[in-house]
């Protein structure tokens, strides 16, 4: 599997990075996994071509992970691709049902397929030959992390959460364990993860992973990159790469 940050950053601007979304390329099928707001473009800047995205899977539906949902489909429809299908928590089809309501100019213009899945769900997108599997995050609103199964490697995205139980089950023994890492050490926050919450975690479980790369980084987090990463390098003796992914950044797993 190729896998290209799209963005790393959140809700709160910041240089270089903008909100939530990762390709995951499938035997050359680009699966986009959140497409919060700059991702449409960086889609672009990324080389890949908007309109073979017709697969998109959300972790939750905060605006810094879904705001550029809506600008895909409309990119696509201009561009004669109308076929799109997504994947996400509960409350997808409500949330989509009604952001077309409101802009009706795009409704019936696009063949939106939604399907709602829940945590232990598997499924696997038209096209490609690959298992999905879902488990929940500790987070504010329903929100799912991903575990990818394709072709002998195994790549889990966390998606917003604390660090947890259910998502550590899930990452076992992965290639590639893509995890937010929102604060630095010390700071105090629920529903987000800092490094030292994140190693205790990892060991507790005696989690298996090859790779760890952070994402989805607050504005908090700058300047802080260099010591979340020997941080985590010295606490997690089991984890063999450990990476901040920055916006563009591409990974052969
Ligand atoms: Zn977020
Ligand atoms: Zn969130």
């Given at each position: 599997?190729?896998?290209?940050?799209l963005?790393?950053?959140?809700?709160?601007?910041q240089?270089?990075?903008?909100?939530?979304?990762?390709?995951?390329e499938?035997?050359?099928?680009?699966?986009?996994?959140?497409?919060?707001?700059?991702?449409?473009?960086?889609?672009?800047?990324?080389?890949?071509?908007?309109?073979?995205?017709?697969?998109?899977v959300?972790?939750?539906?905060?605006?810094?992970?879904?705001?550029?949902?809506?600008c895909?489909?409309?990119?696509?429809?201009?561009?004669?691709?109308?076929?799109?299908?997504?994947?996400?928590?509960?409350?997808?089809?409500?949330?989509?049902?009604?952001?077309?309501k409101?802009?009706?100019?795009?409704?019936?213009?696009?063949?939106?397929?939604?399907?709602?899945?829940?945590?232990?769900?598997?499924?696997?997108?038209?096209?490609?030959?690959?298992?999905?599997?879902?488990?929940?995050?500790v987070?504010?609103?329903?929100?799912?992390?991903?575990?990818?199964?394709?072709?002998g490697?195994?790549i889990?995205?966390s998606?917003?959460?604390?660090?947890?139980?259910?998502?550590?089950?899930?990452?076992?023994?992965?290639?590639?364990?893509?995890?937010?890492?929102?604060f630095?050490?010390?700071?105090?926050?629920?529903?987000?993860?800092?490094?030292?919450?994140?190693?205790?975690?990892?060991?507790y479980?005696?989690?298996?992973?090859?790779?760890?790369?952070?994402?989805?980084?607050?504005?908090?987090?700058q300047?802080?990159?260099?010591?979340?990463?020997?941080?985590?390098?010295n606490n997690?003796?089991?984890?063999?790469?450990?990476e901040?992914?920055?916006?563009l950044?591409?990974?052969?797993?």
């Amino acid at each position: 599997m190729n896998i290209t940050f799209l963005g790393t950053g959140v809700a709160i601007p910041q240089t270089d990075r903008v909100q939530s979304g990762i390709i995951a390329e499938i035997e050359g099928k680009p699966i986009l996994f959140d497409c919060g707001s700059g991702i449409l473009n960086r889609i672009f800047e990324s080389r890949y071509n908007h309109t073979d995205i017709d697969t998109v899977v959300l972790s939750h539906l905060h605006l810094d992970h879904v705001a550029d949902v809506l600008c895909l489909i409309k990119a696509n429809w201009l561009c004669d691709k109308t076929n799109i299908t997504i994947y996400g928590p509960e409350g997808t089809n409500e949330w989509m049902t009604g952001l077309l309501k409101i802009y009706g100019y795009l409704q019936g213009k696009s063949d939106t397929n939604i399907i709602e899945v829940s945590a232990g769900d598997t499924f696997t997108p038209d096209g490609v030959n690959c298992k999905i599997t879902c488990s929940k995050g500790v987070h504010s609103v329903p929100s799912l992390g991903y575990r990818i199964e394709s072709g002998g490697s195994t790549i889990v995205y966390s998606g917003d959460t604390e660090p947890c139980k259910s998502i550590m089950d899930l990452s076992q023994d992965a290639d590639l364990l893509i995890h937010e890492c929102s604060f630095p050490c010390g700071f105090e926050v629920t529903y987000h993860t800092t490094p030292d919450m994140l190693d205790g975690y990892i060991n507790y479980y005696n989690t298996n992973v090859s790779c760890l790369y952070l994402t989805h980084l607050y504005p908090q987090m700058q300047g802080h990159e260099q010591e979340s990463i020997e941080y985590l390098k010295n606490n997690l003796k089991i984890v063999q790469g450990i990476e901040i992914a920055t916006d563009l950044m591409k990974i052969k797993v």
